[in-house]
Every structure is written in structure tokens, then in C-alpha cells.
């Protein structure tokens, strides 16, 4: 069995920054794409950012430029650097990962910045 452990939310000032980290624990034996959702209250669960297993990234256009996804594949872990951090990033944020042909999500982290 595999899950995800995220941690990293917070707490921030508009302007500021946060890293998310992910990491795949258990038996693992090919994870392809991994990535990060958010879900703002009211609103749908969206993409934020995916990387693949080769290192290929996609954005939200609402991130590029601020947010940079990245990956160690030797601890199965995922990582999101958020810079420049707006009101409008407050949101939990899940990760994400294709497991074989299953899909895994992480449990959610809280990030809240503060206008």
C-alpha cells in the first residue's frame, strides 16, 4: 500500500513564499506523473501544477512564473516552490500521484495568505 504524506502549508503574508513537500511511502513501484491540485472553499478542485517521471512540467496559467514544480524521483517526492504568494492562492492543496494505474492524492494541506 502506498499514501502520500504532504507537508509544508502554512500561514503567509501576500508576497511571501511556502514549499509543499510530498512524499510517496510504502511499496512503490512505478510512479509517473505527480502533481499538485488546490481547492478553495466554494470552488472545484484544480490542477496547479503535474510533472512527469521525466521531468516534463504544466502549469496553471494562473501560477506560471510564480509557482515551480519539481521532483526527486530517489525519495518519491514532489515538490512546490510558491513564490510571490497571493490572496487568491488560499486553498488546500493536495498532491498527487499515478501509481502504476492507480491514482493517489495526499490528505491535503492548508495554505492561507494573508492580503
Known amino acids: 500500500q502506498v499514501q502520500l504524506v504532504e507537508s509544508g502549508g502554512g500561514l503567509v503574508q501576500a508576497g511571501g513564499s511556502l514549499r509543499l513537500s510530498c512524499a510517496a511511502l510504502?511499496?512503490?513501484?512505478?510512479?509517473?506523473?505527480m502533481g499538485w491540485y488546490r481547492q478553495a472553499p466554494g470552488k472545484q478542485r484544480e490542477v496547479v501544477a503535474t510533472?512527469?517521471?521525466?521531468?516534463?512540467?504544466n502549469y496553471a496559467d494562473s501560477v506560471k512564473g510564480r509557482f515551480t514544480i519539481s521532483r526527486d524521483n530517489a525519495k518519491n517526492t514532489v515538490y512546490l516552490h510558491m513564490n510571490s504568494l497571493k490572496h487568491e492562492d488560499t486553498a488546500v492543496y493536495y498532491c498527487?500521484?499515478?501509481?502504476?494505474?492507480?491514482?493517489?492524492w495526499g490528505q491535503g494541506t492548508q495554505v492561507t495568505v494573508s492580503s
Open positions: 510504502g511499496t512503490i513501484f512505478t510512479i509517473n506523473d
Open positions: 510533472i512527469s517521471n521525466i521531468g516534463s512540467t
Open positions: 498527487y500521484a499515478h501509481h502504476g494505474t492507480i491514482d493517489l
